[in-house]
């Protein structure tokens, strides 16, 4: 695939935590769950990037910062994604990405 990283995906995740991935084999889809801190209010999203294929995992440390990349192809090519941290790498192929849902939340100092 050749393409070019998405700004747009890179601005949204920019800061964020990834704690969540999820592989559904039956639906041949990924989601990916974000958390983020700003000030005293906190908020989660969760990306799907529906007909996931070329799937691969290698390793797998904790939750924290990895870092994400989405390259889009040519249209039709769909997305390109890499997920990597030391000892951690995820890389797959998907049709797009849709967001699945999101969550607001207050921080209290300390928690």
Do not use: C
């Amino acid at each position: 695939m050749n393409g070019s990283e998405d700004d747009g995906f890179r601005e949204l995740t920019e800061g964020s935590d990834l704690f969540y991935v999820h592989l559904d084999e039956r639906e041949r889809s990924v989601t990916l769950g974000f958390a983020r801190e700003r000030g005293s209010e906190g908020s989660e999203f969760f990306l799907r990037f529906p007909e996931a294929r070329d799937v691969r995992v290698r390793g797998w440390t904790h939750p924290g910062r990895k870092d994400v990349r989405v390259t889009r192809g040519d249209p039709g090519d769909g997305v390109a994604v890499d997920v990597s941290s030391q000892g951690s790498s995820l890389s797959f192929r998907a049709a797009g990405i849709t967001v699945a849902r999101t969550r607001s939340f207050p921080v209290w100092p300390g928690a």
